[in-house]
């Protein structure tokens, strides 16, 4: 089946801070799909995304389905944005079936 | 925020008892999922339904059971809970439109003793 991978696995940051969350995967996809999982639990869709740039607010993405990779940035970073980061996309071409990769673990710090 | 609410939030139970988790949503979706969320594991797709009484298995099935009889309800049981069943159940919705995008509902944490 598909394969995802996320990087880096862990990222620190000081407040302010920009940073770039890599997502490859090793299949043509027809979405994408960006989640941010907060120190509470609580999974937040971010972004749906195919191909081309989104943005919302402070973060944005940017997929390149041709080459196989989605970029998740986020700028200005706020200790609200701590928590893990984790793209999405379909297995064995059903859009309703999701892989997910295994995240990135974002701290932010004061 | 999507309007998906998940019950109970938290539930220990034994090993062998059934149990049953609630998802309700108020958004009128199609299409309805349960993903289990272990350490080491990420996010799995256990069953999906793409309609009233219309159900699919995801990646992780076995020992799980799933029913809806309306659009704003599904249900996820364990017929007879196992230790290794204790995780994080998470409920999902995603619309008509053939994209996919999921809105995730809370989380029910389930411990089996």
């Known amino acids: 089946g598909i394969q995802v991978e996320q990087s880096p696995p862990d990222l620190i940051l000081q407040e302010g801070a920009n940073s770039t969350l890599r997502c490859n995967f090793s299949?043509?996809?027809?979405?994408l799909q960006w989640f941010h999982q907060n120190p509470w639990g609580q999974l937040i869709n971010l972004f749906y995304?195919?191909?081309g740039t989104k943005q919302n607010g402070r973060l944005s993405a940017t997929t390149v389905a041709t080459e196989r990779y989605s970029l998740l940035y986020i700028s200005s970073s706020q200790t609200t944005d701590s928590g893990v980061y984790f793209c999405?996309?379909?297995?064995?071409?059903?859009?309703?079936?999701?892989?997910f990769g295994k995240g990135t673990l974002l701290t932010v710090n004061p | 925020d999507a309007g998906i609410t998940q019950s109970p939030r938290h539930k220990v139970t034994e090993t062998g008892t059934p149990v049953t988790l609630r998802c309700h949503q108020t958004?009128?979706?199609?299409?309805m999922y349960w993903y289990r969320q272990d350490p080491g594991h990420g996010l799995r797709l256990i069953h999906y339904?793409?309609?009233?009484?219309?159900?699919d298995k995801g990646e992780v099935s076995d020992g799980y059971s799933v029913s809806r009889s309306k659009t704003e309800d599904f249900l996820l049981t364990l017929e007879s809970a196992t230790s290794s069943q204790t995780s994080v159940y998470f409920c999902?919705?995603?619309?008509?439109?053939?994209?996919?995008?999921?809105?995730f509902g809370e989380g029910s944490r389930l411990t089996v003793l």
């Open positions: 999902a919705i995603s619309d008509s439109r053939n994209t996919g995008e999921l809105f």
């Open positions: 299949d043509s996809v027809n979405n």
């Open positions: 995304i195919p191909s």
């Open positions: 999405a996309v379909p297995r064995g071409g059903s859009n309703y079936k999701l892989t």
């Open positions: 958004e009128n979706h199609r299409y």
């Open positions: 339904s793409y309609g009233v009484k219309d159900t």
